[in-house]
């Protein structure tokens, strides 16, 4: 047992399903559940691939980080797959492939794999915003994704030129060994911050998220707003915590642009009237925090506020990407008093806007503490006082959001989620819940969760 | 000896056994939501007032609970609100959306109370407060607006938030979560103004005090009946719970104005608690409806409670906190009245009410001696508080100051008094005929305890400035000089005041009037119609009401500058909109172009003269 | 003097990716740029004067001034990709063109 199968069995499965249409749909219920079956009995620790010893050769490494993550992407492409798989059942394949390299992505331990493995998460990317029915927007989605690797592979081969490997512990070696002066470093590190930003969403790189997002459905807004960001925000983190060493003018610069992403996402946000708008300005905004946590090396925080944000926008997303294709619209005022008649679903609804906004009981308070009491440890009080008046402009319109779609406005909205969705969205709540007020497991971990600085100890 | 953890726990738990009897039968629920908040203050009262709360145990590890006299004051007095509302619900519950639901945010709300007083740990005081937050926010809309959760929301969470900035200062320079070793650590550290004015936005955004007072009339105003006295009597006191950190135990180093031995930071505090005071009184005069203008009358209220708190005199912290006393009781016992009749009539708008004095004596009786009682006069617990806090700012020779205080005290008369005349008082409004009666006798209950109160504290305040007392010496100032024996006088600095001879003059003066008022010819009852005017009838009811612009020229005055704060709020709101719609054209409206611009001119600046 | 040319390239596309309102003419300005992106990857395994990485009869010795492969390699796959996402570029434009009747973007966004 290697914990290469956790890419290679989605990959495989993804090409034995092209032949059966009918199989599809189980093959992609089976294989998430294998999957995170198969993540409790591999080992840990880094998996050498064909025998090379590193630093040459492609290496994994699976550790307490990547263990987190993986266990939510696995966990969130099934329930993703459960709640879509009559609607979108010709999308099987393809959400297997987007498993594939998602895994992947988490995985890998070499920065040219990395690459591969964002390009083909980024096809299967492409393909599932396909389902919006939006070309011309998943077209642009397309050319920045292809930029954006294109920019971080620029970045990757200056540092190939630079210090002669992929290998990303041996990188790290390297750099850290080798007198090269900061400013010469700048060029590649921005150029590969840029092109992972892309699929972060940071704020100038993302005009493709409203495209996409904003026109998503039950299948491509979940998909995008949790699967994608939580992967994204740990490679980001795992290459911010360890390989990027960004100094003076660049760590400016990089602050600032989490900082008024995190303002901008926020006041965008504010300013917006439909349902999925809010939610995908909204989720702008986190994924700047979560990075901003990894920037200042909170990487527990930055990690489990990744996870909490997909759950709880999983939820969202899932609730108003539904509502919307039975109401036709998702203006708010369209969607007024939807819950009517959904009490446990909005319910759940509810535990997710106020876990992400950060409201006591709810898993999102434990961790916004939590991550600001780090940051007022090192004295970063701009940090703070961003993200908090951020939270104060969040907490308005999600309270607004909630309060819209409690109370019924003028016509009768009648929404109707089905008993699985219910189920599901339900335990991702309470889920929410739990966590918001047993932190037993979260004070077991701490920032060495993610072992790239032990194995570097180790040689 | 009572368990803290227990009583808390206990109170979550009925929550959700509420919301499931509610689910039921409404009337059981609520009847259980009474049997709940019994529990919860019996307990509290029969072992806090001998220090019999026990803290010691630890089930939830990152809950730790620690009692003291200032958060048992408040806890009290904002737990008998809670006790005397829950009264209520039976009869209200029906008119709600989600019934079940209110009584298990009701109860939650409750629960969050007695945490927040009990706590040392700034992150658990922080916590209970949002906690808070959230269960009284999802209650609001349930009454007539939904916007008004929203800027309630706001507000609050402003509040907190500042309150949060300031406590993560706090740790930062003392290393602990601890409440008083944080606040102790300040002095001298060089933070200790910056957490000066985080606590003081929390305490004034709380409060409803100026320039945070926008959501008070909004959230009082259109909030549930039964859960306005909530919100006015006791949940607004978080904030002088969080101004009395502030402004006592900080303290922080500044210039101290001689004329009036006070540092600056106070002064200023107490000039903006004068502001309160008259913008409160200007805004109550001329609203209409009822609860709006008890609202007001709030937010002039917190004015006095700030001005106390930044006297720094033990006279004024007494006159502070009786004053939280008194107008937790009166602003309950006034907004249970006014909810009484909104339940009877379904409005609270004072210009279709009248006459109700013939139809519901008891609740006249109720509002009335909570009105006195809000303006100061005696034998009311109002008249008290007020007294000692005229006292302590006439002996602190602040001109200004004293303005405003005696300004807001007449401008009380003014306005309490309206809501008096339009509801209760002037002509029976024909179109109420036949349909209303007294409250029911569950509603009465409280309503009467309370008036018992707001009598009491006014004429046998001993026992209770005994209770400030403790709390006073508690913060580090002398007690308040009061006689145990009759006939329990109080000194200020300028003579000494024996509450209950003033009362027994207006016992009699009652007497005789009553007499008077039995013995001589009943007057004839018109009705609103009855009248003419230039040989016409007139036809529209409404322009004859008493309360028609009743303060017209008075009111000419000011009116222009009355939305004048509401205005800067919504240009706010607007402004952040406008922020994100043009970060929305910017980043947003054209696709490649934008980022590879941003990248391209940020690399440049990178890499400007690296080259 | 190659990487000048590489790199020319690369900005040439990212010129093209700014200026092109056209689909089709963006994926080619995407193209030139990946194009521009893989010489700069070969010229950086570039060994002035080494033969070509491969153990033969004739060179049989690895004391012999080899180019660096690994970069060889990585255009390989870099190469393989761009071919996937230009595939996929092109089949999303056809359908732009069966939704809206047009290649250029501005007016898809008039249309919208």
């Known amino acids: ?459 | ?611 | 003097m190659i990487q000048y040319a590489a790199i020319l390239l690369f900005v040439l596309g990212l010129y093209g990716l700014l200026t092109n309102r056209n689909v089709i003419k963006i994926i080619v300005s995407l193209n030139v740029l990946e194009i521009g992106l893989n010489i700069f990857i070969i010229s950086i395994g570039y060994v002035s004067g080494g033969i070509a990485p491969i153990l033969t009869s004739v060179n049989n010795t690895s004391a012999l001034l080899f180019v660096d492969p690994l970069p060889q390699a990585l255009v390989l796959t870099a190469i393989v990709i761009g071919v996937g996402t230009t595939a996929l570029g092109l089949a999303f434009a056809k359908s732009i063109y069966a939704k809206y009747g047009t290649f250029d973007l501005d007016e898809v966004e008039e249309l919208k």
């Not at chain 1, 008093?337 to 009490?343: H, I, P, R, T």
């Not at chain 2, 708190?309 to 009166?330: K, N, P, R």
């Not at chain 2, 529209?540 to 009355?562: G, I, Q, S, V």
Request: net charge neutral; aromatic share 14%; charged share 10%.
């Open chain 2, 1 to 611: 000896m009572a368990n803290l953890e227990l009583l808390l726990l206990i109170v979550l738990g009925t929550g959700l056994v509420a919301y499931l009897l509610t689910k039921v039968n409404q009337f059981l629920g609520s009847v259980f939501t009474i049997a709940a908040t019994t529990f919860a203050f019996v307990s509290l009262a029969a072992y806090g007032f001998n220090g019999g709360l026990d803290t010691t145990v630890q089930w939830i590890p990152w809950l730790s609970f620690s009692v003291t006299n200032l958060g048992f004051f408040f806890a009290i007095i904002i737990v008998f609100v809670y006790l005397m509302v829950s009264f209520f619900h039976p009869y209200f519950l029906d008119h709600y959306k989600y019934p079940s639901v209110y009584n298990m945010l009701f109860l939650w709300s409750l629960a969050g109370v007695l945490g927040t007083f009990f706590t040392e740990n700034t992150i658990q005081l922080f916590f209970f407060f949002e906690f808070i937050v959230w269960t009284s926010m999802f209650l609001i809309p349930m009454g007539k607006s939904k916007k008004a959760a929203v800027s309630y929301y706001g507000f609050s969470a402003a509040g907190s938030f500042a309150m949060l900035f300031g406590i993560l200062v706090m740790a930062n320079v003392s290393g602990s979560y601890g409440l008083s070793t944080g606040l102790a650590a300040l002095t001298g550290s060089g933070k200790e103004a910056l957490v000066f004015v985080l606590f003081l936005i929390a305490g004034f955004a709380k409060l409803g005090a100026f320039p945070f007072h926008i959501w008070l009339p909004e959230a009082h105003g259109n909030a549930p009946h039964p859960f306005s006295p909530v919100l006015s009597g006791a949940l607004v006191k978080l904030g002088a719970f969080v101004a009395v950190f502030a402004l006592i135990r900080i303290a922080p180093f500044s210039v101290t104005i001689d004329a009036i031995a006070l540092p600056v930071a106070q002064w200023i505090v107490a000039i903006l608690g004068s502001l309160s005071i008259v913008f409160g009184t200007l805004m109550a005069i001329r609203e209409d409806d009822a609860k709006k203008l008890l609202a007001y009358s709030s937010m002039s209220h917190g004015g006095y409670i700030l001005v106390a708190f930044s006297l720094l005199d033990s006279v004024a912290f007494a006159g502070g906190f009786y004053h939280i006393l008194a107008h937790a009781l009166a602003s309950a016992g006034a907004f249970m009245a006014i909810a009484a009749v909104a339940r009877q009539t379904g409005t609270t708008k004072m210009s279709e009410l009248g006459g109700l004095i013939h139809k519901m004596p008891v609740t006249y009786i109720v509002y009335l001696v909570a009105i006195i009682s809000m303006a100061g006069i005696p034998p009311m617990g109002g008249f008290i508080s007020k007294w000692l806090i005229f006292q302590a700012v006439l002996n602190k020779g602040m001109v200004l100051v004293t303005i405003a205080v005696f300004f807001g005290s007449i401008g009380s008369f003014l306005y309490v008094f309206r809501p008096l005349a339009a509801l209760f008082l002037g002509q029976w409004i024909t179109k109420y005929d036949g349909q209303v009666k007294e409250a029911p006798l569950l509603m009465m209950i409280p309503m009467l305890i309370i008036t018992a109160l707001n009598v009491y504290t006014g004429v046998f305040p001993d026992w209770l400035l005994g209770v400030t007392n403790g709390v006073i010496t508690d913060l580090g100032y002398p007690a308040l000089q009061v006689a145990v024996a009759a006939p329990f006088t109080l000194n200020g600095y300028y003579g000494t005041l024996a509450p209950a001879i003033i009362s027994l003059v207006f016992a009699v003066g009652v007497v005789v009037a009553a007499i008077i008022f039995f013995v001589l010819k009943k007057s004839r009852k018109v009705t609103l119609m009855d009248t003419y005017t230039a040989a016409n009838f007139v036809h529209n009811e409404e322009l004859l009401h008493y309360t028609k612009d009743f303060y017209a020229p008075l009111e000419r005055l000011y009116e222009k500058y009355t939305t004048k704060m509401r205005d800067f709020y919504n240009a706010l709101a607007y402004k952040v909109k406008e922020v994100g719609q043009l970060a929305k054209y910017l980043f947003m409206s054209k696709f490649a172009e934008v980022a590879l611009f941003w990248t391209i001119l940020i690399l440049i600046f990178l890499l400007w003269g690296e080259f």
């Open chain 1, 1 to 459: 047992m290697s914990a290469v199968l956790l890419i290679a069995i989605p990959l495989l499965v993804a090409f034995v399903s092209i032949l059966s249409k009918k199989l599809a749909p189980w093959l992609l219920l089976a294989t998430p559940i294998a999957n995170l079956v198969l993540l409790f009995l591999v080992p840990t620790g880094i998996v050498v691939i064909g025998g090379f010893q590193p630093p040459f050769g492609i290496s994994l490494l699976l550790d307490t980080y990547s263990f987190i993550a993986l266990f939510a992407v696995n966990a969130l492409v099934f329930v993703i797959g459960l709640l879509n798989v009559k609607e979108y059942h010709q999308f099987s394949s393809i959400l297997l492939v987007a498993l594939a390299g998602l895994n992947g992505l988490i995985l890998t331990n070499d920065l040219f794999n990395l690459f591969v493995f964002l390009e083909i998460a980024g096809i299967a990317a492409y393909l599932i915003a396909a389902s919006n029915k939006k070309p011309a927007s998943v077209f642009h989605y397309l050319v920045l994704g292809a930029v954006g690797s294109s920019f971080y592979l620029f970045g990757l081969i200056i540092l190939y030129a630079m210090f002669g490997t992929l290998n990303m512990v041996d990188m790290i070696e390297k750099i850290n060994a080798a007198t090269v002066s900061a400013s010469a470093l700048i060029l590649p590190f921005f150029l590969m911050f840029v092109g992972l930003g892309v699929e972060a969403k940071l704020l100038p790189f993302n005009s493709w998220v409203k495209g996409v997002l904003g026109s998503s459905n039950t299948m491509s807004g979940p998909m995008f707003a949790s699967v994608y960001a939580v992967t994204v925000s740990f490679v980001f983190g795992r290459l911010l915590n360890n390989l990027f060493a960004f100094q003076g003018n660049l760590l400016v610069v990089v602050v600032a642009i989490l900082l008024l992403g995190i303002a901008l996402g926020e006041a965008m946000a504010f300013s917006s009237k439909k349902a999925r708008e809010i939610l995908l300005y909204s989720s702008i905004a986190q994924a700047s925090v979560v990075i901003l946590l990894f920037v200042n090396g909170l990487v527990l925080w930055g990690a489990l506020l990744a996870v909490a944000n997909a759950v709880s926008k999983f939820v969202l997303f899932y609730v108003v990407t539904k509502a919307q294709k039975e109401v036709g619209c998702d203006d708010l005022d369209s969607l007024q008093g939807m819950f009517q008649g959904n009490y446990v679903v909005g319910v759940a609804f509810s535990v997710a806007a106020l876990s992400v906004i950060g409201i006591p009981l709810f898993a999102g308070f434990v961790l916004k503490l939590g991550y600001l009491t780090e940051l007022a440890a090192n004295a970063n009080w701009l940090a703070i006082a961003v993200i908090l008046v951020a939270s104060l402009v969040e907490g308005i319109y999600y309270v607004r959001m909630l309060v819209k779609l409690w109370y019924p406005g003028e016509k009768e909205v009648k929404v109707s989620f089905g008993n699985v969705a219910t189920v599901v969205i339900a335990l991702a709540a309470a889920l929410l819940l739990v966590f918001g007020v047993y932190r037993g497991p979260i004070d077991n971990l701490d920032n060495t969760i993610d072992s790239v600085s032990e194995v570097i100890d180790l040689g």
